[in-house]
């Protein structure tokens, strides 16, 4: 079946340091990508997403980028923000004509110290 | 404003005794869905309906029912919780077509089962 693994957190960085967050799909067929993100207390936001390979996603100042060959789809920004604390998750949908479903990852809680 | 909003946020119950989470979404979408938050599992879809009066299972079924007999609200019912039904669930709505995997979220609701 179709599945996301994301890299285990917490995810600890210092304001202004560069940000990875790995993500790596199973999937028979052609998924859309998302990440969604869960700042404390509130439900998911939508961040970004990708239909296709080699598209890339941007938000807020977050990248990913669909790659197909290495079936990743890895979130980065530059520079990050206090307020960019939250848990992060990565998820796919695939259509298949009967309902969509979005599988999700596990999430990646990042915390950003001044 | 826009939103998805649940009842309750928090709540702590035993086991056995029947209770009802209501969802209302006031973006007139056709797709409605229940996940639940586990800790280390991320999202998990528990069900989902594509229009009033079409509901299915989604991954983890078992213990839940739901209803769609208007379209702006899903409540999610437990007829006799159990502690492994201890979690966190949030309803999520989005329109129900294209199937962009776009979805909106509400709060959540805390859910504990002694």
């Known amino acids: 079946g179709d599945s996301v693994t994301q890299m285990e957190g917490p995810v600890t960085l210092s304001e202004e340091a560069f940000l990875t967050i790995n993500c790596t799909y199973t999937a028979t067929g052609y998924p859309s990508l998302f990440w969604y993100v869960q700042y404390p207390g509130e439900g998911l936001q939508l961040l970004l997403k990708a239909t296709k390979a080699d598209d890339k996603g941007s938000n807020k100042g977050f990248e990913a980028t669909y790659r197909k060959e290495t079936t990743s789809f890895h979130l980065e920004k530059g520079s990050v923000q206090v307020s960019d604390s939250a848990v992060y998750f990565c998820?796919?949908?695939?259509?298949?004509?009967?309902?969509?479903?979005?599988?999700f990852g596990g999430g990646t809680r990042l915390m950003v110290k001044p | 404003e826009a939103q998805v909003t649940q009842n309750p946020r928090y709540l702590i119950t035993v086991t056995g005794k029947k209770l009802t989470v209501t969802c209302s979404q006031n973006m007139n979408h056709e797709y409605m869905s229940w996940y639940r938050q586990d800790p280390g599992l991320g999202l998990r879809q528990i069900y989902y309906s594509m229009n009033v009066e079409v509901t299915d299972k989604g991954d983890v079924p078992e213990g839940y029912k739901v209803s769609r007999k208007e379209k702006r609200n899903f409540p999610l019912i437990l007829e006799s919780p159990s502690p492994n039904q201890t979690s966190l669930y949030f309803c999520?709505?989005?329109?129900?077509?294209?199937?962009?995997?776009?979805?909106?979220f509400g709060e959540g609701s805390r859910l504990t089962v002694l």
């Open positions: 998820a796919l949908m695939i259509y298949r004509g009967a309902g969509n479903m979005l599988t």
């Open positions: 999520a709505s989005s329109l129900g077509s294209p199937y962009t995997g776009e979805l909106f």
